[in-house]
């Protein structure tokens, strides 16, 4: 079986992509970074889906970004809860998926690696630059440039198979893979008593996805 870094967050997309990577016969590498995020209830959730997927190991990696702030899930601004903002919102984090592929990268060349799989959308989305499929592009570009594999010949790919689908048909993509979507979390902005706000674009966007999917969603 070859081998995959899978950029976990617990989150419903990359639940759904670790299954579909799954299904297809890969064997996974899980990352789950806990950069001190306002959400750190999704660590837990990333831990339980690691293991109902049985993945060959999974890593949750320390890498504290409230140092940077510059976003609502790194810094004390406020969450919005008034619907998804016109434009990049503030719970863009400068550069996050930068920041974590790279991460991916460097582990997946360490372990013999040489496919990336995230869990990026550019329909149903926040509108955030690095869930784009130019990113994705220029990212897998980079990486065949600066790394030792990608110039001696064994190229990197990365994996985006939610990239065209909405949030509905991540929903049914999720079924159909058979992800522990029970399992996972996707609120910024949790309640004391560790409940979804149900008003932040994630979980608003959560839930359009499961209405017009026509599913009940699990974990509500």
């Known amino acids: 079986m070859k081998k995959a870094v899978v950029l976990l967050s617990g989150g419903l997309d990359s639940t ?21 995020q306002r959400h750190r209830i999704e660590l837990d959730h990333a831990a339980r889906v690691a293991a109902a997927l049985e ?18 899930l790194t810094s004390a601004i406020d969450v919005p809860k008034s619907g998804v903002e016109p434009g990049i919102p503030v719970t863009y984090v400068p550069a996050r998926n930068t920041i974590f592929l790279s991460v991916a990268l460097g582990w997946a060349e360490a372990a013999g690696a040489r496919d990336l799989f995230i869990g990026v959308n550019a329909l149903d989305y926040s509108g955030y630059p690095d869930c784009r499929p130019d990113f994705i592009a220029a990212f897998e570009a980079m990486a065949n440039t600066a790394t030792k594999a990608g110039v001696e010949g ?21 079924r159909a893979a058979g992800a522990p979507i029970e399992l996972t979390w996707s609120c910024y902005d949790p309640t004391p008593a560790g ?18 999917a026509g599913i009940a969603d699990p974990a509500a």
Request: aromatic fraction near 6%.
């Open 16 to 36: 759904t992509v670790a299954a579909i990577a799954k299904t297809q016969g890969w064997l996974l590498l899980a990352l789950t970074i806990d950069y001190n």
């Open 154 to 174: 064994e190229r990197f790919r990365v994996h985006t198979p939610l990239m065209q689908l909405d949030k509905a048909g991540i929903v049914h993509a999720a």
């Open 55 to 72: 993945v060959e190991r999974h890593i949750v990696l320390p890498l504290d970004l409230t140092g940077f702030g510059g976003s609502a």
């Open 195 to 212: 409940r979804s706000c149900g008003l932040c674009d994630s979980c608003r966007l959560r839930a359009k996805g499961f209405a017009e």
